[in-house]
């Protein structure tokens, strides 16, 4: 993956005299390991919610870029790539269409933005030691000093 968005990054650039002007992907593309199916739903809410929470659509499969929508507009020129590991719930529009809180929305944010695993305590600091992500724990920058 990354030799296809390095090769297609500098074509993209190079037709477009763009070349040495910063990243084009910088920060599109973000993982981090999830506990439990109840947080992988959580995560997906949430990537499905952005176009409700950027006031784009009033109704998240109302957003023509999302793929929740699919089942009312299928077509045939952009078929779904993947299904899901998990089935989704039955009740998931009205799930996804429910405000998340703001704890949730700050947990998330943060996973997002850091790598850091996503779940319970216990759970979040054995798997970070597991996969070496001990620095996603702890706060950015440098211990502040002692007085």
């Known amino acids: 993956?990354?030799?296809?968005?390095?090769?297609?990054?500098?074509?993209?650039?190079?037709?477009?005299?763009?070349?040495?002007?910063?990243?084009?992907?910088?920060?599109?593309?973000?993982?981090?390991?999830?506990?439990?199916?109840?947080?992988?739903?959580?995560?997906?809410?949430?990537?499905?919610?952005?176009?409700?929470?950027?006031?784009?659509?009033?109704?998240?499969?109302?957003?023509?870029?999302?793929?929740?929508?699919?089942?009312?507009?299928?077509?045939?020129?952009?078929?779904i790539l993947a299904a899901w590991p998990l089935p989704r719930p039955a009740n998931w529009l009205e799930l996804v269409n429910q405000p998340q809180s703001e704890a949730e929305l700050a947990a998330l944010r943060r996973c997002v933005n850091r790598g850091t695993p996503d779940g319970n305590a216990d759970w979040l600091a054995q798997t970070a030691k597991q996969l070496g992500l001990e620095s996603t724990l702890r706060p950015r920058g440098h211990p502040r000093d002692r007085p």
């Open 1 to 79: 993956m990354q030799h296809f968005t390095n090769t297609h990054v500098k074509r993209w650039k190079e037709h477009r005299h763009e070349t040495g002007y910063g990243h084009l992907y910088q920060g599109r593309y973000k993982s981090f390991p999830v506990e439990t199916e109840d947080y992988f739903y959580q995560v997906l809410r949430y990537v499905e919610r952005n176009a409700l929470r950027a006031n784009l659509a009033d109704r998240a499969e109302q957003w023509q870029w999302s793929s929740l929508g699919r089942p009312l507009r299928e077509d045939p020129a952009f078929p």
